[in-house]
């Protein structure tokens, strides 16, 4: 069974009599129903520190079992505020990334993964290639260097941007595009593909964050490809820029 959120194979471990499935390269993970009540929050650390890499995909996420589509599980008093969980409408199994499955049970922070902890995969694991791929694109867009290009100043939304960066993997087609907000917001972008006229709307930050990241295979980067960035609650969007690949 593959992850939802990264498509690697998923291991079974057990904690707490719970079987869990488990993604050790996203840490990202896949429970029965109710299971992710049941286990303790030493099993959650655990749990959520087995990993390669923390990054969230903007693919479309289905549940590893029965390939339903995930949908954001909501109306659960039990659920803290900003914190995102997955349920499958079929088995009403639950898929929790690590953050989230720290702030469920109550733990406030992720340890962080120390870059010489972090395992190469093997090569035909090529997701996770990518996203050290994206790793790197986000040192370059800390790093106020060339690579990265600060916005002109404009409408509110613009303003809150601090910078933006856009990569790409040629041969997989793959976009990494990664901003920073001044403030904590979540985030969409609107991809607009002047070549065909149509519009890919994406998923950045389903909770308030400073560093947005988005990988996505779904733009063809031949194209004459615009985009606007949409944050917060009231998504007001940024000016119509022209995407420039780095």
Same mark, same amino acid.
């Given at each position: 069974?593959?992850?939802?959120?990264?498509?690697?194979?998923?291991?079974?471990?057990?904690?707490?009599?719970?079987?869990?499935?488990?993604?050790?390269?996203?840490?990202?993970? +896949?429970?029965?129903?109710?299971?992710?009540?049941?286990?303790?929050?030493?099993? $959650?650390?655990? /749990?959520? &520190?087995?990993?390669?890499?923390?990054? /969230?995909?903007?693919?479309? *996420?289905?549940?590893?079992?029965?390939?339903?589509?995930? $949908?954001?599980? =909501?109306?659960?008093?039990? =659920?803290?505020?900003?914190?995102?969980?997955?349920?499958?409408?079929?088995?009403?199994?639950? +898929?929790?990334?690590?953050?989230?499955?720290? *702030?469920?049970?109550?733990?406030?922070?992720? %340890?962080?993964?120390?870059?010489?902890?972090?395992?190469?995969?093997?090569?035909?694991?090529?997701?996770?290639?990518?996203?050290?791929?994206?790793?790197?694109?986000?040192?370059?867009?800390?790093?106020?260097?060339?690579?990265?290009?600060? +916005?002109?100043?404009?409408?509110?939304? !613009?303003?809150?941007?601090?910078?933006?960066?856009?990569?790409?993997?040629?041969?997989?087609?793959?976009?990494?595009?990664?901003?920073?907000?001044?403030?904590?917001?979540?985030?969409?972008?609107?991809? /607009? !593909?002047?070549?065909?006229?149509? &519009?890919?709307?994406?998923?950045?930050? %389903?909770?308030?964050?400073? =560093?947005?990241?988005?990988?996505?295979?779904?733009?063809?980067?031949?194209? &004459?490809?615009?985009?606007?960035?949409?944050?917060?609650?009231?998504?007001?969007?940024?000016?119509?820029?022209?995407? &420039?690949?780095?």
């Amino acid at each position: 069974m593959n992850c939802p959120n990264c498509s690697q194979q998923m291991s079974v471990v057990n904690f707490d009599n719970e079987i869990v499935l488990h993604c050790t390269t996203c840490g990202s993970s +896949f429970f029965d129903k109710d299971g992710i009540r049941h286990i303790s929050s030493a099993s $959650a650390r655990k /749990i959520a &520190e087995d990993a390669q890499g923390h990054y /969230i995909l903007g693919n479309k *996420k289905q549940c590893p079992k029965d390939h339903a589509e995930l $949908a954001q599980k =909501i109306n659960d008093p039990q =659920i803290p505020k900003n914190t995102i969980l997955l349920e499958c409408p079929k088995c009403f199994g639950i +898929f929790a990334y690590p953050d989230d499955l720290l *702030k469920y049970k109550g733990i406030r922070e992720l %340890t962080p993964l120390s870059p010489l902890s972090m395992k190469l995969l093997p090569a035909p694991k090529t997701i996770f290639m990518l996203s050290l791929f994206a790793v790197f694109s986000f040192a370059a867009l800390l790093n106020f260097g060339a690579i990265s290009r600060n +916005f002109s100043s404009g409408s509110k939304a !613009d303003e809150q941007i601090k910078k933006v960066v856009s990569v790409s993997d040629d041969k997989k087609h793959y976009l990494f595009f990664d901003f920073i907000t001044e403030a904590s917001l979540t985030s969409k972008v609107r991809f /607009i !593909d002047k070549s065909i006229n149509k &519009e890919i709307l994406k998923l950045v930050s %389903t909770e308030p964050k400073k =560093i947005h990241h988005l990988v996505t295979a779904e733009l063809d980067l031949t194209h &004459e490809i615009y985009y606007q960035i949409l944050l917060g609650d009231n998504e007001k969007p940024t000016e119509e820029k022209r995407l &420039e690949i780095k």
